[in-house]
């Protein structure tokens, strides 16, 4: 079955960096575009950044725009998000999503001084 792991949250100052992964398998990752979403508390989840999956093509939330970068390696099976100088309204609870509706378990994201 489909299965997303996410990894490389934490704890990072304003105008800090993370790079947070996920590890797709059950799937032919190369074959799906594959997306990141977060959710704040009290706010409903919304889309941070979407790939393609052969041309790489990618969209980002105007929120985010210049600031986070999203990549993938097909060879690994792995989607990436750069993080770049987070501010605290960043922080939040960041999913991997893949084919058919699938949702990694989310890793948190927390920028604060």
């Known amino acids: 079955q489909v299965q997303l792991v996410e990894s490389g949250g934490g704890l990072v100052q304003p105008g800090g960096s993370l790079r947070l992964s996920c590890v797709a398998s059950?799937?032919?990752?190369?074959?799906?575009?594959m997306s990141w979403y977060r959710q704040a508390p009290g706010k409903e989840r919304e889309l941070v950044a979407r790939?393609?999956?052969?041309?790489?093509?990618?969209n980002y939330a105007d929120s985010v725009k210049g600031r986070f970068t999203i990549s993938r390696d097909n060879r690994k099976n792995t989607l990436y998000l750069q993080m770049s100088s987070l501010k605290p309204e960043d922080t939040a609870v960041y999913y991997c999503?893949?084919?058919?509706?699938?949702w990694g378990q989310g890793t948190q994201v927390t920028v604060s001084s």
């Open positions: 999503k893949g084919p058919q509706g699938s």
């Open positions: 059950g799937f032919t990752f190369s074959s799906y575009y």
């Open positions: 790939i393609t999956n052969v041309s790489g093509a990618t």
